[in-house]
């Protein structure tokens, strides 16, 4: 059974500084990896998509990794900027096609 | 393009009473996916269609929980009746192709409180 973690659950930092967030999952055959990012009331907004054969996206200030092999993903996030304050989820879809979430990264950047 | 549509986007009842949530996809996606997100924690899969069949359900409390899509377009999910623990919000997601490979687009949500 897919199990994803994501570690801390809340992360501090003050304005400009370069962070990674961290993502876990238990089954390594996976197909994709997706981050999220939720702000307080809202649905998700998509952030990088990940497929099976890729090692990495980027998106302006994001870049996500994934390694399959270690059964870890991270995304990466350069000089942070207090509107990038939100909870990070991200979500496996595993060769069963479920998509299990991590329960987030709750990002608070300090001005 | 218009994004995920849902209503309502806040509820209250009473426990023991029903509910009804109604999701709209985005045009032309055959995959609708209905989540439920306990606070603190990720977004959980209920269901989810292909077109107007079910593919998945088997996170679905069926003895209190509904969902149908007509037509394979709008999809209804309702509670009958509703506990406490179902205090969460409820996500739509649609997608062009189901499975694998192919990118959700969350609606914002109906958060529905219990009391």
């Known amino acids: 059974k897919q199990e994803v973690t994501q570690i801390p659950a809340a992360l501090s930092v003050p304005e400009g500084e370069n962070l990674v967030l961290n993502c876990s999952f238990t089954?390594?055959?996976?197909?994709?990896l997706q981050w999220f990012r939720q702000d307080p009331g809202k649905g998700l907004t998509s952030l990088l998509l990940?497929?099976?054969?890729?090692r990495e996206q980027t998106s302006g200030r994001l870049n996500a990794s994934l390694d399959k092999s270690s059964g870890r993903s991270t995304l990466y996030i350069a000089a942070s900027q207090p509107g990038d304050s939100a909870t990070y989820l991200c979500?496996?879809?595993?060769?069963?096609?479920?998509?299990?979430f991590g329960s987030g990264t709750r990002l608070s950047i300090r001005p | 393009e218009a994004g995920v549509a849902q209503s309502p986007r806040y509820k209250i009842i009473e426990k023991r009473q029903s509910v009804a949530f109604w999701c709209n996809p985005i045009?032309?996606?055959?995959?609708l996916y209905w989540y439920q997100q306990i606070l603190g924690q990720g977004p959980k899969l209920l269901i989810q269609?292909?077109?107007?069949?079910?593919?998945?359900d088997s996170q679905l409390p069926k003895d209190r929980f509904s969902a149908e899509r007509l037509k394979g377009v709008d999809s209804t999910l309702k509670i009958q009746p509703a506990k406490l623990e179902d205090s969460a919000v409820y996500l739509c997601?649609?997608?062009?192709?189901?499975?694998?490979?192919?990118?959700?687009?969350f609606g914002p949500g109906t958060r529905l409180t219990v009391t």
């Open positions: 997601a649609s997608s062009l192709v189901g499975g694998s490979g192919y990118e959700q687009y």
């Open positions: 089954d390594s055959a996976i197909y994709n």
């Open positions: 990940i497929q099976s054969s890729q």
């Open positions: 979500a496996a879809y595993s060769s069963a096609s479920k998509i299990i």
């Open positions: 045009s032309g996606h055959a995959t």
């Open positions: 269609f292909q077109n107007n069949g079910v593919v998945d």
